[in-house]
């Protein structure tokens, strides 16, 4: 079955990095690509960008150009996404998700990683 | 680019219909055929329950039906049940190469 596991719970400091994994399994690896999703407590969905992991061809949001690299690894089917020089605001859920097309809804969600950025 | 519109609430008795409005621009919603809805149930991860306006994966009920005219799209919810009280969510590819997210409809079942 399709499986995507998020790494566990991060806690930073301001001004660290931070970088979650999601192994997925169940499915040809190169046949969907990969977004990251952000909830902010009290906060929506928020789109963060989208990595091909067939060529690792990336897509971010405007607003974190600059500080998140989208990665992957063929051999363990892994998608990586490091987000720097954190701040209070960078407190969230972070969730990574399928799509079978880039344009396209996410069909599965892994089960999210909490990011606590405190001093 | 800044979220997607949706009404904070929408509520409505076991049994009847309720809509979600999401919208956007000619730049998003009204550009593309690819709008999404999700819905949220707190402590769980979205589930997709609309792709492309108005498909609907074979194991999302009826009862959930998805539309788009110009720059809104829109989500029905028919005879409306107990378990439907969630967070919905609408998205949708933009003229950048990226997608956006609405700002969250919170429904309750009276």
């Known amino acids: 079955q399709v499986q995507l596991v998020q790494s566990g719970a991060e806690v930073k400091k301001p001004g660290a990095s931070v970088k979650v994994s999601c192994k997925t399994s169940?499915?040809?690896?190169?046949?969907?690509?990969i977004h990251w999703v952000r909830q902010a407590p009290g906060q929506g969905l928020e789109w963060m960008g989208i990595?091909?992991?067939?060529?690792?061809?990336?897509t971010y949001a405007q607003k974190f150009q600059g500080r998140v690299t989208m990665t992957r690894d063929t051999s363990t089917s892994t998608v990586y996404m490091e987000l720097s020089t954190l701040i209070s605001d960078d407190m969230a859920l972070y969730y990574c998700a399928r799509s079978r097309q880039g344009r396209g809804g996410m069909d599965f969600w892994g089960q999210g990683t909490s990011v606590n950025v405190s001093s | 680019q800044s979220a997607l519109t949706q009404p904070a609430s929408v509520s409505g008795s076991p049994g009847q219909s309720i809509t979600i409005s999401c919208t956007g621009t000619?730049?998003?919603?009204?550009?593309?055929?690819?709008v999404s809805w999700y819905q949220h149930h707190p402590g769980k991860a979205p589930k997709l329950i609309i792709s492309?306006?108005?498909n609907r994966p074979s194991e999302i009920s009826y009862r959930f039906s998805g539309s788009k005219s110009g720059n809104t799209a829109s989500l029905t919810i028919s005879g409306l049940q107990a378990e439907d009280e969630a967070d919905y969510y609408c998205s949708s590819y933009t003229n950048r190469g990226t997608q956006v997210f609405g700002s969250g409809t919170k429904v309750t079942v009276l």
């Open positions: 169940g499915y040809t690896f190169g046949a969907y690509y």
């Open positions: 000619s730049s998003d919603v009204g550009g593309y055929d690819y």
């Open positions: 492309d306006v108005s």
């Open positions: 990595i091909n992991p067939s060529g690792g061809s990336t």
